[in-house]
C-alpha cells in the first residue's frame, strides 16, 4: 500500500472550472513532486517542492498552481485547464531534496479528465 | 537536453523465458533507478544503482549499471505472470536552479512487458 495518499482518485472537470488535486505524506519526507502521465508515457516531472519551498517548475503553463502549505500537503491547483491536459497527474515525495539515495515514493494517481 | 532511451518498447513472452530491458543516457548519469508500474497503477520504486558497473539482485531480477555510467539493463529469469508491466528506467543527473544544485530524474520511455502463460 502507499504511504502517499492522493485525492480525488477521479476527476472530470470543464475547461472553466476551478479545481483542485491533493497530496498527503506522513513519512516525514521533505520534498514532494507533482508529475504529469500521459497514457504509455513515462512520468514527467512538473514541479519540486523542497522543504515546502518551490525549488523546480519545468516550465509548466501558469493554468497548473502548486502550493505546499505544510512539509505533509501538496496541492496542485488547476484552472482554465486544456482537453490535452488530461492524463493521470502523480504526487510523489522522498526523504530530503533531490534525488540522490533517495527512494521515491509514488501515490496512486488523480486521473483528470478535461471536457 | 539530457536523454534517456530505453528498449524494446515491447516485448511479449512465454511464461518462464527471459526478459530484457536496456537504458542508454546522451549524459553520464549520476545514478540510475527502475521502477515497475502494472497496468492502470503508479510507478513502485524497484532499486537504485549508483556505483560504477554495479550489478543487484533482487530474487530474478538482476539490475546492472554500465562501467561509463551512461547504460543500464534489467533482466528477469524465467518470467511469471506477476511481471506483467511496464519498467521505466530514470537517470539521474545534476541540475543547477536557484543556485542550488539537484538531481533530474529522466525517465525512459519504458518496456510494456506482456507474459503469456
Request: charged fraction near 15%; include cysteine.
Amino acid at each position: 500500500d502507499t504511504e502517499v495518499t492522493q485525492t480525488p482518485k477521479h476527476l472530470v472537470m470543464g475547461m472553466t472550472n476551478k479545481k483542485s488535486l491533493k497530496c498527503e505524506q506522513h513519512m516525514g519526507h521533505r520534498a514532494m513532486y507533482w508529475y504529469k502521465q500521459k497514457a504509455k508515457k513515462p512520468p514527467e516531472l512538473m514541479f519540486v517542492y523542497s522543504y515546502e519551498k518551490l525549488s523546480i517548475n519545468e516550465s509548466v503553463p501558469s493554468r497548473f498552481s502548486p502550493e505546499c502549505p505544510n512539509s505533509s500537503l501538496l496541492n496542485l491547483h488547476l484552472h482554465a485547464l486544456q482537453p490535452e491536459d488530461s492524463a493521470l497527474y502523480l504526487c510523489a515525495s522522498s526523504l530530503k531534496g533531490g534525488f540522490f539515495g533517495n527512494t521515491i515514493y509514488f501515490g496512486e494517481g488523480s486521473w483528470l479528465t478535461v471536457v | 537536453g539530457q536523454q534517456v532511451m530505453q528498449i524494446p518498447q515491447y516485448q511479449h513472452v512465454q511464461e518462464g523465458e527471459d526478459f530484457t530491458t536496456y537504458c542508454n543516457s546522451s549524459t553520464t548519469l549520476s545514478n540510475i533507478q527502475w521502477y515497475k508500474q502494472r497496468p492502470g497503477g503508479h510507478p513502485v520504486f524497484l532499486i537504485q544503482l549508483v556505483k560504477s558497473g554495479e550489478v543487484k539482485k533482487q530474487k530474478r531480477l538482476t539490475f546492472q549499471f554500465g562501467e561509463a555510467k551512461k547504460n543500464s539493463s534489467l533482466h528477469i529469469t524465467a518470467t511469471q505472470t506477476t511481471d506483467v508491466g511496464t519498467y521505466f528506467c530514470a537517470g539521474i543527473t545534476l541540475t543547477n536552479a536557484g543556485g542550488t544544485s539537484y538531481g533530474k530524474l529522466t525517465f525512459g520511455q519504458g518496456t510494456i512487458l506482456t507474459v503469456h502463460p
